[in-house]
């Protein structure tokens, strides 16, 4: 489970030996067999020299691996990825993970979800994750009276002293840590982020989230665009050996804090990314950047990837973040 103090623990790394021991003893060799995979990188001119953050779509549920490996071969350093907190519930994935680089995220609903389940021994059903979700983010307040079929158990979680208070304050230090490691990654370590905007797998390209945006403007980080193009046919399901094919990616000019697309929306490194006031304060500017850059990643993408009206990610539910 991934808790504050398993946070803390998290120590990256200049040469991730995970990265290494995929690359070298699993990918290199996959990559060459008979179903042979042809992985290119275009646009390498547009990398300014120093680490940045890869804004990438996220197509399935390998498509960094080969953009890892062809970055580190090609000699342009290794990344440190953002993925899913629930990756973490199993201590040996959690270890590989940290050998890997990665930096796990605890989404709010990760937070509420896991919480929960400390506390009742079970995780809550959508309906009552819906009701938490809405009073951390504001849309409902804890003075409100509980629908009527409030279950037992979520009238006792939120009766047990300061729910608000303590999920804020337990939310807040986690984030922190967040920013401790994307920190590191990038002036400490000196290896790139890569991050996937969208939050969830989609063969087309679906709206991004902010906190990209939220991180690259607190850090002052550029932040290069990259279309993933055919790596969902060389991972069509949950087999991490690959099936064979071509994938292309395909890096934009990079966009700089300070640059023509993005001054006008500068938000101060004073902001405390991930926090309510930050969001309150600068919500426009945050979500006008990420709108840019998926503009960016859309401009990369063959046609079979780009957005598409009506296609959007799947509803949130429970089991997204635990299972």
Request: aromatic share 8%; with cysteine; charged share 20%.
């Amino acid at each position: 489970m991934l808790t504050l103090e398993r946070l803390k623990r998290i120590k990256l790394a200049t040469t991730p030996l995970g990265q290494m021991f995929v690359a070298n003893l699993i990918l290199r060799f996959d990559y060459r067999l008979p179903r042979r995979t042809k992985i290119e990188l275009a646009g390498t001119e547009n990398l300014p020299g120093h680490p940045v953050i890869f804004a990438m779509n996220h197509t399935d549920r390998y498509n960094y691996w080969p953009f890892q490996y062809r970055l580190y071969r090609a000699g342009h350093g290794f990344t440190a990825a953002w993925v899913k907190g629930k990756y973490y519930e199993n201590p040996v994935i959690g270890a590989f993970m940290d050998s890997c680089n990665n930096i796990p995220l605890p989404s709010r609903g990760y937070v509420i979800a896991t919480e929960f389940r400390a506390a009742l021994g079970r995780v809550p059903t959508n309906a009552e994750y819906r009701l938490l979700r809405d009073i951390v983010d504001r849309q409902r307040s804890l003075d409100d009276p509980l629908p009527a079929d409030t279950s037992a158990d979520l009238r006792t979680f939120l009766g047990a002293g300061d729910f608000l208070g303590r999920f804020d304050r337990l939310f807040g230090a986690m984030m922190d840590e967040v920013m401790r490691l994307c920190r590191s990654a990038l002036e400490d370590k000196g290896v790139h982020l890569l991050v996937f905007p969208q939050g969830t797998r989609s063969k087309r390209l679906t709206r991004g989230h902010t906190g990209m945006a939220q991180v690259a403007q607190h850090l002052g980080a550029t932040i290069v665009p990259v279309g993933c193009n055919g790596s969902d046919r060389v991972y069509p399901g949950n087999s991490p050996l690959a099936h064979g094919g071509h994938i292309i990616y395909r890096m934009g000019p990079p966009l700089t804090p300070d640059g023509p697309e993005l001054a006008p929306h500068r938000v101060p490194a004073s902001a405390r990314p991930f926090s309510l006031e930050a969001t309150a304060a600068h919500g426009l500017a945050y979500q006008a950047i990420t709108d840019i850059v998926m503009d960016r990643i859309n401009d990369l993408l063959d046609p079979e990837y780009q957005r598409q009206e009506g296609v959007e990610a799947e509803a949130t539910s429970v089991s997204r973040f635990i299972e």
